[in-house]
Nanobody
Framework: QVQLVESGGGLVQAGGSLRLSCAASGRTFSSNVMGWFRQASGKEREFVAAISWRGGTTIYVDSVKGRFTISRDNAKNTMYLQMNSLKPEDTAVYFC?????????????????????WGQGTRVTVSS
């Protein structure tokens, strides 16, 4: 049974940092894309970042470029999201997702329906 478990969320002041982790179990997501999405209260789930299997390709939503960094450690079957210079508008539940097709266009990686597996989410709250 495939399971994705996020951790690292919490309450932080604006300008602070958090590092989210997503630990995968049940299978190795080789040759596939993993990503982070977020969902603020009352809003639709939105793409944040995605990373290819070997990490050679990363993409970000414009609003987090230069502040967030996605990475993965395939030996540990774990993906990370380093979030710096956090803003109140970053407040949301953050979800990790796995198993998008690496051979598809990175444009596809931004879509919720590109991923087969999802974690339960970890809440990030940024106070002003």
């Amino acid at each position: 049974q495939v399971q994705l478990v996020e951790s690292g969320g919490g309450l932080v002041q604006a300008g602070g940092s958090l590092r989210l982790s997503c630990a995968a179990s049940g299978r190795t997501f080789s040759s596939n894309v993993m990503g982070w999405f977020r969902q603020a209260s009352g809003k639709e789930r939105e793409f944040v970042a995605a990373i290819s299997w070997r990490g050679g390709t990363t993409i970000y939503v414009d609003s987090v470029k230069g502040r967030f960094t996605i990475s993965r450690d395939n030996a540990k079957n774990t993906m990370y999201l380093q979030m710096n210079s956090l803003k109140p508008e970053d407040t949301a539940v953050y979800f990790c997702a796995a198993d998008a097709n690496e051979y598809s266009s990175p444009t596809i990686w931004r879509r919720v329906d590109a991923y087969d597996y999802w974690g339960q989410g970890t809440r990030v709250t940024v106070s002003s």
